[in-house]
Antibody
Framework: QVQLVQSGAEVKKPGASVMVSCKASGDTFSSYHMHWVRQAPGQGLEWMGL????????KYAQRFQGRITVTRVTSTSTLYMEMSSLRSEDTAVYYCVAEKNTVFEYWGQGTLVTVSS | QSALTQPRSVSGSPGQAVTISCTGTSSDVGAYPYVSWYQQHPGKAPKVLIY???RRPSGVPDRFFGSKSGNTASLTISGLQAEDEADYYC????????FGTGTQVTVL
């Protein structure tokens, strides 16, 4: 079992950056690929990117390439997602997810990021 | 990567069966045996129901059944219950990952 607790809601202006964190506890954090998935209000789930268990490699959805960075700190069992050049369309709930063998097993509670002038 | 296509909504009466389709391409659903399904109740995080096309995690009732043919995966819910009313998403591995557009299930 892995428990994922995310940082609190954020309100940002267009063009700003945001960093969302996700602290894991329970099972071995370092054995999971960690992902970010977002959900705009009233919309579906959208996969954004992942970091490998070692933290040495990342993959991002093409539409977020160059705008997001996913990192993890093994010593503190914490995952981070930083997104830059925010626009109103980035208003969404952002979930961190622990994945093993292509299964999104454990989800954080979600962090609402609101982008508004 | 385009989202996988699901019907916007399906409905059924208690006890009936409903099936949700998830159509992708030969680069995602058709290419890998790694289709999963997630259930999401309003205001909650998604929960995995099916993985590897047709495997259920422990604790998921056997009323939920997954299958795949070609580029289309399906989730069948038999013996529909009130608590099954939720949004359902398919997801396919494709080197990266892609979710379906989501289906709202209504229990009449």
């Amino acid at each position: 079992q892995v428990q994922l607790v995310q940082s609190g809601a954020e309100v940002k202006k267009p063009g700003a950056s945001v960093m969302v964190s996700c602290k894991a506890s329970g099972d071995t954090f370092s054995s999971y690929h960690m992902h970010w998935v977002r959900q705009a209000p009233g919309q579906g789930l959208e996969w954004m990117g992942l970091v490998t268990p070692s933290g040495e490699a990342t993959k991002y959805a093409q539409r977020f390439q160059g705008r997001i960075t996913v990192t993890r700190v093994t010593s503190t069992s914490t995952l981070y997602m930083e997104m830059s050049s925010l626009r109103s369309e980035d208003t969404a709930v952002y979930y961190c997810v622990a994945e093993k063998n292509t299964v999104f097993e454990y989800w954080g509670q979600g962090t609402l990021v609101t982008v508004s002038s | 990567q385009s989202a996988l296509t699901q019907p916007r909504s399906v409905s059924g009466s208690p006890g009936q069966a409903v099936t949700i389709s998830c159509t992708g391409t030969s680069s995602d659903v058709g290419a890998y045996p790694y289709v999963s399904w997630y259930q999401q109740h309003p205001g909650k995080a998604p929960k995995v129901l099916i993985y590897d096309v047709n495997r259920r995690p422990s604790g998921v009732p056997d009323r939920f059944f997954g299958s795949k043919s070609g580029n289309t995966a399906s989730l069948t819910i038999s013996g529909l219950q009130a608590e099954d009313e939720a949004d359902y998403y398919c997801c396919s591995y494709a080197g990266t990952y892609v979710f379906g557009t989501g289906t709202q299930v209504t229990v009449l």
